[in-house]
């Protein structure tokens, strides 16, 4: 048994030392032969980007689509020919690329980002992955990793047959076999562990990278660390306990850091990077502003409405499209309908129908809550506005038979 | 080991009950669906109930080509708490019935369930007075895109009475699928007694 812990040892030890994340960055331009294991890779991602132009949530908007090439262009420098980047209507945030230069940024990402140095702060961490050839790395050292362990499990097996080859009764043998098989067991495990611990150091690169890209092209820095912060923040919000504690521990299986490591390490690099008080909130602001609407309809669909709440203060605090934030902030209340939720849901969309801004259905809205709280007056008020003011509107009819019901006192 | 076989044995015999589900024929003539609806077929369906993923037991699922080219939803009354289509986990609920729904709140219930089946772009158009038998409700038109961005239209009718709402949806392609079974759609629609 002490070889098979030897074995064990020497595995684990390889593992550890196998290839850092860290790598040179790639030349811009350059494309693999088709015939070598990179252009393999891209292949792949070239099938699987062909087939995302298709998708259903691709978001077409030219000046949404020319804005986000423009931020990306401005933190990829020399390599901005070398990626292509698609705006898609996911709600959740995120953003990924391709090692063949396809990249994804999804709405709930542009949507909780607060200005346009967090925005390049993550497509520079994106397009890091991309510069630094990290999928290419990641699948050679999980090659590497895979020939080790494969050798350790072999090792702890020779050496477990012959221990129990040597065993005096059948239940020590079977006792030595037990353990040669929890030993592989553990080699196994190491190896998935490994795998992402890798992956976490990717991560962490791409982070300081991506902070340092988007530093030389001009931005805060401070920025990157308030993106997770945001998030963080967000997180705690969730209306579900699992979420809240989804982030609060670490695990040798988790692909990512944990948020609070990421933003320790952005802030002890920031004051090392070219200062900047650029932040580019209303040129943002501006970009996002016509997706608004159709991305928090989006977030309310996933029905986590204390992290859509905490996403709208976020957006309101600047005090621009109240209009439209309190009209959503009306629609997370209305469709929680916790304890007085509904009350919220009415002031929600009172404030916005003082707003230049606010969506028509506002005033829909409000009758009908005014109608459930027995507020005739009121309800009849805000039917009638709605009417006034979309008069040819399809529910039109709908809002007259709510009308007519108050006259019948039903 | 015992207690172990006795904790397992449950799970297995629900799971070769689910091993059991199958696609039945829904001959034409009437339907139950559940104990508070009714429909007649003017054709020969198939129940692919069981198949469907998320479902709620008082909903029906009919096809006739597939459930990827005409899906016609039928439900028993939904009373509140009840949903359309079962959430994978807590954290990630699907709409509910309330108990105080506005009309415009029903016929949100029914898109924010389309989209729950993970169709995207859920739009809804033309929203019209109709009948579900004696209950009065709303009648609209749906059109959606799949993950892989195709075409769905759709049509759906939801109604209330007694406290509980009625649903008929019925999707399929835009391409060929839709208009094809729209008018056997429609005549199951027409034909709904519910309450």
Known sequence: MRGSRLALIAAAAALAVLPQAAQAQRAAGLRPDSTSLEGGIWGSADKAEAAARTKADVNHDPALNAYVRGVTCKVAADHCPDLRVYVLDRPAFNALVAPNGYVEVWSGLMLRSTDEAEFAYVLGHEFSHFAQNHTLVAYNAAKSRANVALAAKVAIAVVGVAAASGATTASEAQSIMDATGNLIDVVYLAEIAAFFRFSREQEAEADLLGQKRAAIAGYDARSAAQSWRSVMAETQASDFKRVRESRSRTSVFESHPLEAERIAALDKQAPSLPASSDRGRERYRAAIRPHLSAWLRDDLRRRDFGQTLHLIDRLAAGGEDLGVLNYYRGEAYRLRRGDGDLGRARDAYLAAAAQPDTPLAAWRELGDIRKRDGDAAGARAAYETYLAKAPQAEDAWLVQDSLTSLDKGS | ?195
């Open chain 2, 1 to 195: 080991m015992r207690n172990a076989l006795r904790a397992v044995l449950p799970a297995l015999a629900v799971l070769s009950l689910a091993a059991c589900a199958t696609i039945t024929p829904a001959p034409a003539g009437p339907l139950k669906v559940g104990s508070g609806a009714n429909v007649t077929l003017g054709r020969q369906w198939s129940d692919i109930s069981l198949v469907m993923p998320g479902r709620h037991k008082k909903v029906r699922v009919l096809s006739i080509d597939g459930p990827l080219l005409n899906r016609l939803y039928l439900t028993d009354g939904l009373a509140p708490g009840d949903y359309l289509i079962k959430p994978l986990a807590k954290e990630r609920p699907t709409p509910l019935v309330r108990a105080d729904m506005s009309a415009t709140e029903r016929m949100e219930f029914v898109t924010d369930s389309i989209s729950a089946m993970d169709y995207q772009r859920v739009t809804l158009a033309k929203p019209r007075p109709a009948k579900l038998g004696e209950a009065s409700g709303v009648r609209f038109d749906v059109s959606a895109q799949t993950a892989e961005g195709l075409e769905i239209k759709g049509v759906a009718a939801v109604a209330e009475t007694g406290g509980k709402i009625y649903v008929i949806l019925y999707l399929a392609p835009a391409e060929h699928y839709f208009a094809a079974t729209l008018p056997e759609a429609e005549a199951v629609m027409a034909s709904a007694r519910v309450g």
